[in-house]
């Protein structure tokens, strides 16, 4: 990884976008500094404090600590985020939106320009919702309109600004913008979560071998995590195809190549998590929305679904809140997998192609055959998934280590990590290549 980056330096195309893509990091962190106008950042923080619902903790997360702050750029590329997997969902299920993608790259434009109005709509709904609800509480020094209304357009033009942010780094940078910008996030975060768990594990007082041995366990756990993370993200299934001889006229006789499908062990990388998680918070964050402080089945309820009851000794019946998660999480595996990768449409297209897969016959007993492949493979692939993203709330409800990096934030830093370093490689090769026709 260090030699591809300082290759990467040498050639002066490659600096300029990596140049570019950090200057762009630095302005977005910047923003998420700045406060919104007229709000009382002091009072957030203590309310955020005192919170036992962990239903904003996700979204703290994903913004680098932003939201926490109250900045600017408090919602982040979140509403972009949820924007785009709608988006996804609606073009399998709206034909127009299915036709549209598979016009090529004008249909991809189009698509991009519609995700870019539902990101503005998304994120003047929840700044409106934060905005008015923490507000009449406090977070505003006035509630007054005027101050209402700064403070929604403010959070909303926020989100647009790391949003246009993000694709002039795809456009003019390194990697996919967005996700340079989620990886960064996260990765803000991660000096004081290494900080807060050395501090209660290492740096305490007791024996030097027991410190030695606490801080070699949670760097072998992290190596373990990204070893686990790398095999679901490279972790492919190649699937051989071959392909007909044809005679083209005059004595000829093309094709008969051969190649593969491959298909990956997390094919649906890391959205089972995300819809998971969401789906989970989404009635904690309603009901501290609405300021509800209940008692009785619903607040019972509320605790359940909160992470950060679950695998506790003390209340163990909330487990099954861990429970529900590790089912939706497979679930949704299975669900996003199946949109994504569709083995019917496959299997016309090998036999429009004249491929085949040896042993198998085209047609219906192929895509039978890529469907039972691909069951074994996502479940596989969730389970794995399933460990990676249950072993910080293992952590926390056992040993009370709030780790924010592992789990989703894991797989995210992995997954952007691989897939800038591979573009920057395809740019460097496309580079020589381009130098050994020039001589």
């Not at 209304?149 to 942010?165: D, E, K, N, P, R």
């Amino acid at each position: 990884m260090f030699r591809t980056v300082r290759d990467a330096f040498k050639i002066k195309e490659v600096r300029i976008k990596v140049l570019y893509t950090l200057l762009m990091i630095v302005i977005v962190r910047i923003g998420c500094q700045l406060p919104v106008p007229g709000v009382d950042r002091a009072y957030f923080k203590n309310w955020f404090a005192a919170q036992t619902s962990d239903a904003f903790n996700f979204l703290d997360a994903f913004t680098g600590g932003s939201f926490l702050n109250m900045s600017l750029l408090a919602l982040n590329i979140t509403p972009y985020i949820t924007s785009s997997i709608i988006m996804q969902l609606l073009t399998i299920a709206i034909p127009s939106l299915e036709e549209m993608q598979k016009e090529g790259g004008e249909g991809r434009k189009k698509i991009a320009s519609i995700t870019r109005y539902v990101t503005v709509a998304l994120a003047l709904i929840e700044s409106a919702a934060m905005t008015i609800s923490f507000g009449q509480s406090g977070l505003l020094q006035k509630f007054n309109a005027l101050n209402v209304i700064t403070a929604i357009v403010a959070l909303t033009a926020g989100s647009a600004f790391v949003m246009w942010i993000g694709e002039r780094i795809t456009e003019k940078g390194i990697g996919n913008g967005i996700s340079i910008i989620l990886l960064v996030n996260i990765i803000a975060r991660i000096p004081q979560d290494m900080s807060g768990l050395f501090n209660a594990y290492v740096f305490i007082k007791q024996p030097i071998a027991r410190s030695v041995l606490n801080a070699l366990i949670i760097v072998a756990l992290l190596i373990l995590m990204v070893m686990l993370v790398v095999l679901l993200n490279a972790g492919l299934r190649k699937i051989p195809v071959q392909y007909a001889r044809r005679a083209q006229g005059a004595g000829k006789v093309g094709g008969g190549a051969s190649s593969n499908i491959p298909i990956r062990i997390n094919t649906a990388g890391v959205i089972p998590i995300i819809f998971a998680s969401s789906l989970l918070q989404t009635p904690g964050i309603i009901s501290s929305l609405i300021g509800y402080k209940g008692t009785g089945a619903w607040a019972e309820i509320l605790k359940a679904l909160s992470s950060s009851n679950w695998v506790k000794k003390e209340t163990p019946i909330y487990s099954i809140g861990l429970l529900v998660y590790i089912l939706l999480v497979i679930a949704f595996a299975y669900f996003y997998t199946s949109i994504t990768f569709n083995p019917i449409e496959i299997a016309d297209n090998l036999k429009k192609s004249n491929g085949f897969i040896p042993g198998i016959r085209p047609g219906k007993p192929t895509s039978d055959y890529l469907t039972t492949i691909l069951n074994a493979i996502i479940f596989i692939g969730a389970i794995g998934l399933t460990i990676v993203g249950v072993l910080p709330y293992i952590l926390y409800g056992v040993f009370h280590a709030s780790v924010t990096f592992l789990g989703t934030s894991l797989i995210i830093i992995v997954s952007v990590v691989i897939e800038t370093l591979d573009q920057v490689e395809n740019m460097m090769l496309v580079r020589n290549y381009k130098g050994f026709l020039n001589q």
